[in-house]
C-alpha cells in the first residue's frame, strides 16, 4: 500500500510532511481533502483524525495525524534512506528535539499568528488584520528570531552544522511569512536566519513541495 | 557526574523534566533558579529563551522540558520505566498525543493558569475562552481513554507524563474548573487518578515548595 497524505496543499502542516516524504525519498499520493466543502469536520476524516484537522498520514503499518509526530515517524522509518534527519548520537537527537520544541513552543505562535493576521485572514474571510494581534506577534516574533539570529551565528543549522527536523519544521510558516506577510525583513535584516533561510528554503525538497497544488 | 536540572520546582515544566529522571530510576541535583535569575547573562548562556528548567548532563546542556523529557528516555533506555516504546507504530501514537498535549491542551490550561498567576483579577473572558477550547480537547481524550487505558495504548508513555504537572498546577489554582473539565468525564478523570499514583509524581509533590506560587508577583 503507498504512503497517502491526506490534506491540501496550501496548508502549513501538510507541506512539512510533503517536505519531510520527499527528503527521505519516499514516494507518496497526495489525497485532496475538500475543506472548503467541510469534509475534514465530516465522519470520515474523523475517523481518520478525531481533531477534524490536516493532514493526516497513512501507510499500510499505520494512520498519524499532528504533522510533527508525523515528520518524526518518517525521520525514524526512513532512517536508512534519504537526508538524515534526527542526528547521528544522543547528543545531537537532543538538540534536534530541542530546537523542534522550540518551533513549536516559540517560532510556531508568533509566526502562525501573522500568517493568519496578515495574509490567510483575508483570503478566508476577507478581513484585513487586527492590528493589536499584529502588534503583540511582530514584538513575540522578534525577540525570537534575536536568539535564533545569535545561534545561527555559532552553528550552520539549529541543531548543529546538519540540517535536521528542526530546520525542515520551519519551512512551511517561514515561506509564507517571507513571500506573503510584507514584514519579510524581519527575517532579511537578521544576516544568519537570512542565509539560513535561503540555504533550507533552497533545498530540492522545499522547491518541489511549494509546486504542489494550484496555488 | 551526574544530571543537574537549573529551575524551580513549582515550575510545570522542571517537574516535567524531574518526573521523568525519576521513572528511570535515577537522579539529579536541582541547582534552584527563581525567576529573577533566569535573565541573568549566566543562565541566558544555557538558555537563551531565559526558561526553566535546562538539564545539564557532562557538557551537554538542553532546554525545553519535553526535550530534555526525551532525551533522558533514551539515555537510560533500558532501566526503569519504559518511556517511549521500542515498536515504531507504538512510538508514533505516543509522539501524536505528545504534540496534542504540547499544541492542543498545554496553550489552553496554562492561559487559564497564568490569569491565576499574575494578575489580581482574573480576567473571565479569557478563562472562559480558554475553558471552552479545553473542553473541546478533553470531549477527544475522553473517547480515546475509553478505548484504551492511557493516551496512546495500554502503557503508560511520555505522553501521559507531559500532562500531569499541569493537571496539577490547574487543580493547585482552580479547584472548581478542574473538576467541572476533568472530574465530569469518567475515563479523563480515572486516567488522571491513575496517572498521579505514580510514585514518580508522589514523591515530586511531597515537597510543599512544588506547590507554592505565592512567591510570583501579582500585577
Known sequence: MAVKVYGIPMSTATRSVIAALIEKGVEFELVEVDMKAGAHKKPEHLKLNPFGKVPVYQDEDVTLFESRAITRYIATKYEGQGTPLLGKTTTERALVDQWVEVEGQNYHPAVSALNYQLFFRKIFSGEGPDEAAVAVNVEKFNAVLDIYEARLTASKYLAGDFFSLADLGHFAHTEYFVKHSGKSDLITSRPHVAAWWQDISSRPSWQKTITYGSS | ?219
Open chain 2, 1 to 219: 557526574m551526574g544530571l543537574t536540572v537549573h529551575g524551580d520546582i513549582c515550575s510545570p515544566f522542571v517537574k516535567i523534566a524531574a518526573m521523568t529522571i525519576y521513572e528511570k530510576n535515577e537522579d539529579f541535583e536541582l541547582v534552584f533558579a527563581r525567576l529573577s535569575l533566569l535573565k541573568t547573562e549566566e543562565f541566558l548562556a544555557k538558555n537563551p529563551f531565559g526558561r526553566m528548567p535546562v538539564l545539564e548532563d557532562g557538557d551537554l546542556v538542553v532546554f525545553e522540558s519535553r526535550a530534555v523529557a526525551r532525551y533522558v528516555e533514551a539515555k537510560f533506555e533500558g532501566q526503569g520505566t519504559p518511556l517511549m516504546p521500542a515498536n515504531l507504530k507504538e512510538q508514533a501514537l505516543v509522539n501524536i498525543w505528545a504534540e496534542v498535549e504540547s499544541q492542543s491542551f498545554c496553550p489552553p490550561v496554562w492561559a487559564i493558569c497564568s490569569q491565576f498567576l499574575s494578575k489580581k483579577v482574573p480576567d473571565v473572558s479569557v478563562i472562559e475562552a480558554s475553558r471552552e477550547k479545553l473542553e473541546k480537547v478533553l470531549d477527544i481524550y475522553e473517547i480515546q481513554l475509553s478505548k484504551r487505558k492511557y493516551l496512546a495504548g495500554d502503557f503508560f508513555s511520555l505522553a501521559d507524563l507531559f500532562h500531569i504537572p499541569l493537571l496539577h498546577i490547574l487543580q493547585c489554582l482552580s479547584e472548581d474548573i478542574f473538576r467541572s473539565v476533568i472530574n465530569s468525564r469518567t475515563y479523563v478523570h480515572k486516567w488522571h487518578q491513575d496517572i498521579t499514583n505514580r510514585p514518580s509524581w508522589k514523591r515530586i509533590i511531597s515537597v510543599p515548595e512544588a506547590s507554592d506560587w505565592s512567591f510570583l508577583p501579582k500585577v
